[in-house]
């Protein structure tokens, strides 16, 4: 059976329960009979080659594609049955992979805009939690450039910001490295880290990235095409390990492929 980490261990409470989710596009399904739990302050990578699922999981989590049969509860709210609620949405927060922000507003604007939609806040009050968010993700200083102006970091830590702004203890994030030089997606990676250890954020982080998926995850669920699931579930540690599917130990031995190939000692 697949490990749930530490957090079920020291009693962590639930934050998402996915139960027999199958999800697909027309006659076409893409995941089916999809069981797993996250649990309070955890990280976990959604990962896998292309076509997996990730992307259609995601859809499912957030209420952007409704499921062909199974349940989803997110804070004790089952959302396949009930909707995605006014109270679940601003529980949670999400970072999307082209980041999301509006041409036509600035940061400052693109980051408030979910305090002026949802709160009845005087505007002095919205602009000290809007820099406050931009601090966090070291951006204040681009508070009144416009996208354009942003490079493709500072796009991806203003929807961070953003995604922040009404403190969500549960932040999804869709491929926040793609596109990003390996600096630039450390950084990323680091301010991830921070929000969970400093503010107890639950993230989901659907990537690829294997440097990422080493340096964040406190555990992972592998999805397949072929299983049209979860073909392995753990910390990266016991996906490691030579007992797991072929499938498994070729993705996390990209690295050590690539070592020999070039000549150095593979680990």
Same mark, same amino acid.
């Given at each position: ?96 992979? %082209? ?6 507003? !600035?940061?400052? /604007?693109?980051?408030? @805009?979910? &305090?002026?939609? =949802?709160? #009845? ?56 490295? %793609? ?6 997606? !450390?950084?990323? /990676?680091?301010?991830? @880290?921070? &929000?969970?250890? =400093?503010? #107890? ?64 000692? !593979?680990?």
């Amino acid at each position: 059976m697949p490990s749930t980490g530490n957090f079920m261990n020291e009693n962590h409470s639930e934050v998402i329960k996915v139960s027999n989710l199958s999800a697909g596009y027309g006659n076409e399904v893409v995941l089916r009979n999809v069981s797993f739990s996250i649990f309070e302050s955890e990280i976990v990578t959604i990962l896998g080659t292309s076509g997996c699922g990730k992307s259609t999981l995601l859809k499912c989590l957030v209420g952007l594609l409704e499921p062909i049969s199974g349940n989803i509860l997110i804070f004790g709210h089952d959302v396949v049955k009930a909707g995605f609620t006014n109270e679940v949405r601003l529980k949670t927060g999400v970072l999307f992979q %082209a980041s999301g922000l509006i041409g036509s507003f !600035s940061v400052f /604007d693109n980051v408030a @805009l979910p &305090l002026r939609e =949802n709160t #009845n806040w005087p505007e002095s009050w919205i602009r000290d939690l809007v820099y406050l968010k931009l601090e966090m993700v070291r951006l204040a200083d681009a508070a009144r450039l416009m996208p354009s102006e942003l490079s493709g970091g500072m796009k991806k830590r203003a929807g961070l910001a953003r995604a922040l702004v009404l403190d969500p203890p549960l932040l999804f994030c869709d491929e926040p490295l %793609a596109g990003l030089d390996p600096v630039t997606a !450390s950084e990323i /990676d680091e301010l991830l @880290l921070e &929000l969970n250890q =400093n503010l #107890n954020i639950t993230l989901v982080v659907v990537t690829h990235e294997l440097a990422s998926i080493e340096r964040i995850s406190d555990r992972c669920i592998m999805l397949d095409q072929d299983v049209k699931g979860i073909l392995a579930m753990g910390t990266v540690e016991e996906l490691k390990k030579p007992d797991q599917p072929l499938k498994v130990r070729n993705f996390f031995g990209r690295h050590e492929k690539i070592k020999s190939k070039n000549g150095e000692k !593979s680990v």
